[in-house]
């Protein structure tokens, strides 16, 4: 079983309209309404893709009460702990040709919630192959939480897939993952290096290694990714850049190298994986969600192949 | 007992960002979730006024749970009728100098789902001295859903007050309420008049009294408002205007026209408080929100003046 972590969980409100105007009132043509979070949008795809998967994390108040009903609507496990603090909303504005998102700031989480959680997180992921410990912390949270997180699952067998940005992702490396996955601009603020061509995020990769990451896998959009393990250094390339929305491409990687992890798969496998579901995700309209068709057809024409050592 | 319909509800989230740029991410600093719809701010003032009310109306899905417990948070009574579709919520995003809103479209009612309204109405309006309808209608009612109503209402022995817009206001004159409440905008809308001055509004509201209305009440911003009765013509006007939220002055007058005919008080009486109380209203921040200071204070400085008859 793989076990996702959304400590910071959001009911994702997308609104269509006309034209965003500022100062007026806009009438909404269209309301989607999901289950949000990096975590969650891992633990959606795993769940299409037909592996056991159980999302945990903290949910609070009646905006997370909707979060949970939504994820039993997609037929998604979940065991999260309860916290007083409500649930956070984001709201996606989408005009021609382009969105305004509205990020409301999440919940205040208290010690002893804290505590609870990991109780319930150490127990869960005794049964768990690998843990994805995925998205923003919330308020109240140390800044290390990943790394105790890491720490109890390493203790308790599981392998763990970190995707973390800024300062979470620097404390959670500590605790030496197996996987974390950097997209570019989470390379170059989480180095100090500017991530411009294939082999600028492989150096980049090599620092994160230094700092704790056993296998770093660095997400480039259409440039595809770059894998850096102690043996290899491989990138991985779908035949073309595709016309969608990039949002949850990062998520359907994750769930795929967590996947492939936690069947034994190979890098070169497990990066063609990734790269599948990654274009899968685009194609598909909204974050969570991956269209298997063109997984399918994409696959045969990655490719892979084997960088330089930096 | 006041009875107020509130027939298209809303969660009302108010965010506060520094500034709202288009196709960004935008923080949110501060988020405020109301009870919202017209109906359910007149329910508010009048329970702030100490006044017997229950507020009614049509409540769905999650979101309308959500209106339910803060309705109760906020000690509301209500018994609302339950529908399938989902209670729409509206977002505002405030930045100075100004705010955006984003109004869902809101849910579809069944005809079987007004059916089993009408007999929840027809029950509570029995016991209702004064029914206050107000606000937009839901997609699926018929245009004359406030007629009918107003109607049953009546059957009943009730006083009836109509805050409506467009055709529901149209329709509704046709059963004559005791009083209808257009603001400026809504009266030129209605009658086809340009409204520049409180005699044009005098003139405007004798067009809907011959639709149906027996009393119709203008309210003219920081101009004050006019009551327009078979026997007479009254200009009720604050000493000055006041810097604040605009939002709910309308709804707050309307309370203290329901809480005024209900006990009989006189024209003069009630148009003296519904201009107190739509300044207090404009002075809170929040829709549904009335500061008794400003009301207390503004009072004795409120003039009343006969308008000669149009």
Same mark, same amino acid.
């Given at each position: 079983m793989i076990l996702t972590v959304t400590l910071n969980p959001a009911l994702d409100l997308t609104y269509t309209v006309p034209e965003l105007k500022r100062h007026a009132v806009c009438r909404v043509s269209d309301v989607r309404v999901q289950p949000g979070g990096k975590g969650l949008n891992v633990a959606r795809v795993l769940r299409s893709m037909g592996t056991p998967v159980l999302a945990t994390g903290l949910l609070g108040g009646s905006t997370g009460e909707q979060v949970r009903c939504l994820l039993e609507d997609k037929a998604v496990l979940h065991r999260f702990a309860p916290i007083e603090g409500d649930t956070r909303r984001t709201v996606v504005v989408a005009d021609k040709p382009g969105v305004t998102s509205l990020w409301e700031p999440g919940p205040m989480v208290t010690d002893k919630e804290w505590a609870a959680f990991l109780a319930l997180f150490n127990g869960l992921s005794a049964s768990a192959a690998t843990v994805v410990l995925a998205g923003s912390l919330p308020q109240g949270?140390?800044?290390d939480a990943y790394a105790t997180l890491i720490d109890m699952a390493h203790a308790n067998g599981a392998l763990t897939v970190l995707d973390a940005d800024g300062l979470a992702l620097r404390h959670g490396l500590k605790a030496g993952p197996a996987v974390v996955k950097p997209n570019a601009a989470e390379l170059a603020a989480a180095?100090?290096?500017?991530? =411009?061509?294939p082999s600028g995020a492989a150096q980049a990769a090599q620092l994160l290694r230094a700092d704790g990451a056993r296998t770093v896998v660095s997400s480039l959009g259409s440039s595809g990714l770059i894998v850096s393990t102690t043996e290899q250094t491989l990138h991985a390339r779908p035949p073309r850049s595709l016309n969608g929305?990039?949002?949850g491409a990062g998520d359907a990687a994750v769930a795929a190298i967590a996947n492939g992890i936690t069947r034994g798969a190979g890098w070169s496998d497990i990066a063609t994986d990734a790269v599948a579901f990654s274009a899968a995700a685009v194609v598909a309209?909204?974050?969570? =969600?991956?269209c298997f068709d063109t997984a399918r057809d994409i696959r045969p024409h990655i490719t892979v192949n084997q960088l330089p050592g930096v």
């Open positions: 949270l140390p800044p180095t100090g290096l500017s991530i =411009e061509t929305n990039p949002t309209s909204t974050a969570g =969600e991956v």
